[in-house]
């Protein structure tokens, strides 16, 4: 019986940008300084937490369209594409690569994912001006919030073992109660 318990690594493609805008429908992949950093799919933890985020800011947060795994077009001429964004307007059903800026966007850390999350998005993502970053990584069980302080990301609030419970509020358009186990599970 063969058992895979390692996650998929990221893969790194130098390609052009007409190239990357050429791949397949349904390609996971962003696009940085020429190259293509390819993402295998979420594993099922990382799905479910990304499904119970939605909802809980479609329930909370109705004044925003939520929207999971779409490109954004970032300073410098850089695709990314969070776990989940939140943006002030509606966008298109046909839209692939989002135009206009997130108010927050989320990532759903795992084994292959941590570094380009932590380290390479986020200050693209506050270079942006996007106003939230929200942190979740389901192996520390923490759900962290950051936001936008024009030169750093601040920590709003942390959801954790010790604390599990946290209201996050995101700008004018509401608070969102954030509750470890519901997100995470048990």
Known sequence: MVTETAEPSLRYVPMSWEDYLALPEGTRAEWVDGVAVMSP???????RAQVRLTALFEAHLPGLDVIGEVAIRLPRNRVRVP???????TMSEDDWLMPATPVLVVEVLSPSTRREDLLRKAPEYLEAGIS????????ARTIEVLTNAGDRWETVAV???????????????GSVPVELSALLGS
């Open 159 to 173: 959801a954790d073992d010790a604390h599990p419970a946290a209201e996050v509020g995101v700008g004018e358009w």
């Open 41 to 47: 799919p979420p594993v099922a933890g990382r799905w």
């Open 83 to 89: 776990d989940l964004s939140a943006y002030s307007e």
């Open 132 to 139: 939230q970053y929200w942190v979740v990584d389901r192996q």
